[in-house]
């Protein structure tokens, strides 16, 4: 029995001593007695130090004051229980849940048994969980987001305070609510759809539906929702719905920015700090010839430049930019053809709050057809500066030819045919007239002749034109005429249409010195308003397009814009005057129209001549009167160059006029008063007292049914407007034969008398 007995003392000391638990046992007035080798553990004191300790002293010093209540409780009750606050040796504070009784039972004097457990790792652990409670439910309540819990029906279990705040619902009135009865009727299907697929799968979800607040405004939201388990089985939903109106609002404005950058057909263009391409727009990848698939992702964008532009922008304008915020200037871009664009730059550095870039941004507008204006700006002043020149000399040039030819008429009748004189005489008329028509050609260029304009159908003039131009262009040409199928009538002079003609021909026939093939085309075209998109002076309406092309050499891309420039020529000196095209270019603006070149060297080149159409056929000309026409009327020549006058004189008085003269208009009107059988007043149109518009005026105050003939070597605008505004029917242009003046004097007489002039009952 005592064997027995010592056994079980030793498994219950092995027990004790190895147990997980605080094992002590103490007397009722606190002193320890024994301790397991946890207790030593835990409080960090050998066993002999705590035999010698009063439970008092392994308390906290700031609890020890409760030991008292403990013992007594004991005394009492024979247990005791709750949680203790222990110091260790150490110093730290530990916390004991502890269950103490009295034992009486085989001992002389009563001990305490006492059995405690270290949960001071559990109540940390319970602490942080409720601090973290806290947080969370602190955050929660704070964020800016709605977030809600739902059970598996969907059936809001709570919602934080900005829930409340957006949706207008207190927090009582959403924990009656579905979750679902939030989401806007057109999104009921989709949110229903996500929500039980969020059943069925699990996992986040996110959508953008909208909410429908209390007072029926809606809210667009982000709403996400993840399931919370327990164990293996869903419990409840969580979700978070975040306003997003703000970023609506931004995502619609940057749609309307992207739409207008995507819409302009200018190039913009957006990189990287360094350079590289982060984004370029439809106008720009059209500009340049670039597919919208193809990806220029880190491309430097100054690629797109030529040499020369690339090295303005490395050197100069990215590193203003970079400095000033902006850098504008005129460069030029490359397509992929190898084309050079001009364009107008912006280049914009974006910076960060730091002053570091954040990235770069370019606007480049095309600039060609503004160049292109320019340089028709540019060569109209050049025709303007040429035109005053022609206008300036033109007036004397003619009355000082009309006196060489005249005269030199005159002389050729005294002499004797086959004499030295005679001979040496003869050269000198068709000179004279090739000076003149050296002037009418300038005048022509400069849009300063006097036009006789009429309805002519350009069909009939082709077709004349052409016969003309197969007697006398080379047999190694082919002449190919194209008439319009149905008549093509514009108003014109005759001999200036002709003029274009000829000139086009004659000078399509020096670009195919080798032969070649010379085409002449008439064609109705009706141009829109899309059709003229592009072309400067194009205009809307119904035209005739007069084509003269050629198979010859081309025109080189070096001299195509001064192909039109007066006396430029790039034939041999002696061999042209460089009035041809510029004549054609004259008279064909001066009809209100215009040209456009399609040429390539080595490929030939088309002229397309545009002129208004006039609807229906052109009427029938009369035909021309062959003999020398003569008269015996009384005429009055009023002419301020004395050698005009004389010469004119003398061929009137020839023909079997009476013939009186004045100097100018203040001399014609006494003379007019004096002599009522004058007939015809044949006057100059410039003349320094009184030139013909204010001369007759006065002459048809005076007599109404006078006639009237203007001679003219050239009337700057001005003047011609003021005697158009006279109704006159006749002109004659200085210089002038004998045989012009005649058949001009017998027309007016002949016709009818001008009328009063407008305004005039």
């Known amino acids: 029995a005592e064997e027995a007995l010592r056994e079980s003392e030793d498994r219950y000391r092995d027990l004790v001593e190895h147990s997980h638990e605080l094992i002590c046992t103490h007397d009722l007035a606190g002193q320890i007695l024994s301790v397991n080798e946890e207790a030593i553990r835990c409080l960090g004191y050998d066993r ?140 009921h299907d989709l949110f229903r759809q996500m929500l039980d697929r969020k059943i069925r799968t699990g996992g986040a979800t996110i959508l953008e539906v909208d909410f429908v607040a209390k007072d029926g405004h809606r809210i667009p939201v982000e709403v996400n929702t993840r399931l919370i388990y327990q164990g293996e089985a869903p419990v409840e939903v969580q979700g978070m719905a975040r306003d997003i109106t703000e970023r609506k609002r931004a995502e619609d404005t940057q749609a309307r920015l992207v739409a207008i950058l995507e819409a302009t057909t200018d190039f913009v263009g957006i990189a990287d700090a360094d350079g590289r391409v982060l984004y370029l727009n439809s106008g720009g990848r059209k500009m340049l010839g670039i597919g919208e698939e193809e990806n220029l992702a880190g491309v430097p964008i100054v690629n797109d430049h030529p040499e020369w532009a690339r090295a303005l922008l490395l050197d100069e304008a990215i590193p203003t930019a970079i400095r000033d915020g902006a850098w504008r200037g005129e460069t030029a871009l490359c397509t992929r053809d190898g084309r050079e664009i001009p364009v107008s730059q912006v280049i914009l550095a974006h910076k960060a709050p730091d002053g570091s870039v954040r990235f770069l941004s370019t606007i480049s507008r095309d600039l060609t057809e503004r160049k292109r204006a320019e340089e028709q700006l540019r060569q109209a002043q050049r025709l303007e500066a040429v035109g005053l020149l022609a206008g300036g000399v033109a007036h004397d040039f003619n009355n000082l030819l009309n006196g060489i030819i005249g005269f030199a008429d005159l002389a050729l009748r005294e002499l004797l045919p086959g004499s030295k004189a005679h001979d040496h005489l003869t050269r000198v008329p068709p000179m004279g007239r090739q000076a003149a028509d050296l002037i009418a050609r300038l005048l022509t260029f400069a849009r300063q002749a006097p036009l006789e304009r009429k309805p002519l159908d350009l069909n009939v003039l082709l077709k004349e034109t052409a016969k003309l131009l197969r007697r006398t262009l080379p047999e190694t040409l082919t002449i190919r005429v194209e008439p319009s199928p149905e008549p093509v009538v514009v108003e014109a002079d005759l001999a200036q249409a002709q003029q274009i003609l000829l000139n086009l021909a004659t000078n399509a026939r020096d670009a195919m010195p080798g032969g070649g093939t010379l085409t002449l085309r008439l064609a109705p075209v009706t141009l829109t308003t899309v059709s003229v998109t592009g ?104 002419e301020d160059n004395p050698t005009v006058l004389e010469l004119g004189a003398i061929h009137l008085t020839e023909l079997g006029y009476t013939v009186l003269t004045a100097g100018d208009g203040v001399e014609a009107l006494p003379v007019f008063e004096a002599h009522p059988e004058i007939a015809l007043v044949l006057t100059d149109a410039i003349m320094p007292r009184m030139g013909a518009a204010a001369l007759i ?53 002949d016709g009818p008398a001008p009328g009063p002039p407008d305004g005039r009952p």
């Open 535 to 638: 072309h400067l002076e194009r205009r809307p309406g119904d035209f005739v397009c007069l084509t003269v092309a050629d198979t010859g050499t081309g025109i080189p891309a070096a001299i195509r814009d001064r192909i039109f420039d007066p006396f430029f020529t790039t034939k041999a000196l002696g061999q042209g005057t460089g009035l041809g095209l510029a004549s054609v270019h004259g008279i064909v603006h001066q009809h209100e129209g215009w040209l456009e070149v399609e040429t390539a060297e080595g490929q030939g080149s088309a002229f397309h001549v545009f002129l208004p159409r006039l609807p229906g056929p052109a009427p029938v000309a009369p035909a021309a009167a062959e003999a020398l026409p003569r008269g015996t009327e009384t005429l009055l020549y009023v």
């Open 48 to 187: 002999g130090a705590l035999l010698k300790k009063n439970i008092r002293d392994i308390l906290a010093p700031e609890v020890r004051h409760e030991c008292e209540t403990y013992l007594q409780t004991l005394r009492r009750d024979g247990v005791a229980g709750g949680l203790m606050q222990v110091q260790t040796a150490t110093g730290d504070r530990r916390i004991w849940e502890y269950d103490n009784s009295r034992r009486t039972e085989g001992v002389a004097t009563p001990i305490i048994r006492a059995m405690a457990r270290d949960i001071t790792d559990r109540k940390q652990a319970e602490r942080a969980l409720r601090e973290s409670e806290e947080r969370y439910r602190d955050l929660v309540e704070n964020a800016i987001d709605i977030i809600f819990t739902c059970d598996l029906a969907w059936n809001v279990t709570s919602l934080n305070r900005a829930g409340e705040t957006i949706s207008g619902y207190t927090r009582s009135e959403a924990l009656t609510m579905n979750i679902a009865n939030l989401v806007a009727p057109e999104h």
């Open 697 to 749: 005026p006065a002459l048809l105050a005076l007599d109404s049914e006078v006639k009237i003939l203007v001679a003219t070597g050239y009337a700057p605008a001005d003047v011609r407007a003021s005697l158009d505004h006279l109704h006159l029917l006749s002109y004659l242009q200085k210089p002038f034969r004998q045989a012009d003046l005649a058949l001009a004097v017998r027309a007016a007489l």
